[in-house]
């Protein structure tokens, strides 16, 4: 390689590729050559400058990859050039409250790599070994990007203590939701998919999960019918949206669990009434830790996740910008992911 390059995110809207600082590993680091990376709604939240007071630009982006260790610093064992990885993007100062309480994920100074420090859209990226996590060689790397949301979805149903046999009602599904839907599933829940889109609503149906349009469909009318005048036992909102707000709750039966997943920037007005009438309980789910993720590698490798209807596209570094604008405008996509070999 000639020179090894970065996408910056500079501005607002803007992206801007140029020469990767490469940096070698020091003791305890090895340096990976990212192969894919996803671009998420966080990515997107960011490009849109939502969080200019968090990201400090230039910023390079990206925490949904997969790839293969080129280098390992001083003192690194276990890990050899070669070794094909992910990364659990998480770093915490383990002296916290939540730290001490055992919740390292939700560390009240997180680090979030790839937002609060450099991510992985580049040609080569030191990372600490502490964030690695090994991926089967069996497991293409393109496939292996989906990683991160997948241990995304494993923690949100972990989170919800879906049972077998239970009704999950999915408001919203974009990549999340699908897989929150597919990780369901394959718990043994019933799930029914709500979501505007047509388009991932055919994703979702071909993926063999039901769905129903909230613009058209009686959605009440369609639970009802579903679970014999009851509700659902478990409901997700992963919309971001007030409308899907309002549905989580409405879809729940008594004793229903409401698992809030998706990040709304401003508060949201809810039916507590419903809360108190019905004996609901509200549960909110923040990334993942590290037994999410390894049950996330298993997901994706053993077929579970069916990675081929997921990933929409898969563009070159230079043409990342594009991709941005793409999934901004809200095209007929599900995931994007950026090839940076
Ligand atoms: N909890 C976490 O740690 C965590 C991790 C990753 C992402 N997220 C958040 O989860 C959310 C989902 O992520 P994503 O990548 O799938 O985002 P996305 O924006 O691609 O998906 C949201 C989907 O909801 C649909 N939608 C909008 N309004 C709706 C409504 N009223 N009813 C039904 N569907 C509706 C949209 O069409 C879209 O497909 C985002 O808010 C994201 O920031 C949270
Ligand atoms: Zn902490």
Redesign the pocket.
């Known amino acids: 390689m000639t020179t090894a390059l970065a996408v910056r995110y500079t501005a607002a809207h803007t992206l801007e590729i140029g020469p990767a600082s490469i940096r070698p590993p020091g003791p305890g680091e090895v340096e990976i050559a990212p192969a894919y990376v996803g671009i998420?709604?966080?990515d997107?939240?960011i490009f849109h400058g939502s969080m200019d007071t968090r990201v400090k630009t230039p910023a390079v982006l990206g925490h949904e990859m997969s790839g293969r260790i080129t280098r390992t610093g001083p003192g690194v064992t276990g890990w050899q050039p070669g070794d094909a990885v992910t990364v659990m993007p998480l770093r915490w100062d383990g002296d916290c409250p939540a730290c001490v309480a055992g919740h390292q994920h939700i560390c009240q100074h997180l680090d979030f790599v790839g937002i609060d420090s450099p991510g992985a859209m580049q040609q080569r990226w030191t990372v600490p070994v502490e964030i690695l996590v090994r991926l089967p060689e069996s497991l293409a790397l393109d496939r292996a990007a989906l990683v991160e949301?997948t241990a995304?979805a494993v923690?949100?149903v972990g989170r919800a203590a879906v049972r077998p046999g239970e009704r999950v009602v999915v408001?919203?599904?974009?990549?999340?939701?699908?897989?929150i839907g597919l990780v369901a599933r394959s718990g043994g829940a019933d799930v029914r998919l709500?979501?505007?889109?047509e388009h991932?609503r055919s994703i979702a149906e071909r993926m063999g999960l039901s769905t129903w349009n909230?613009?058209v469909d009686d959605v009440a009318e369609a639970v009802g019918a579903w679970t014999g005048g009851a509700g659902a036992e478990v409901s997700f909102e992963?919309?971001?949206?007030?409308?899907?707000v309002t549905?989580a709750v409405d879809v729940l039966g008594v004793r229903g669990r409401l698992c809030?997943?998706?990040?709304?920037p401003r508060p949201r007005e809810i039916d507590l009434h419903r809360f108190f009438w019905r004996e609901l309980t509200l549960v909110?789910?923040?990334?993942?830790e590290r037994a999410d993720f390894e049950r996330a590698v298993v997901l994706v490798a053993d077929g579970t996740v069916p990675a081929d209807l997921l990933i929409s596209k898969v563009v070159p570094l230079a043409e990342a910008a594009a991709a941005f604008d793409t999934?901004d405008k809200?095209g007929d996509v599900?995931k994007i992911l950026v090839r940076c070999a």
Do not use: F, K, N, W
Request: charged content about 10%; glycine content about 22%; overall charge neutral.
């Open positions: 998420c709604g966080t997107l939240h949301p995304v923690h949100d408001v919203g599904g974009g990549p999340i939701g699908l897989l709500l979501e505007i889109s991932r909230p613009v992963v919309s971001g949206a007030a409308g899907g549905t809030q997943v998706a990040i709304h909110g789910a923040r990334l993942y999934l809200g599900v």
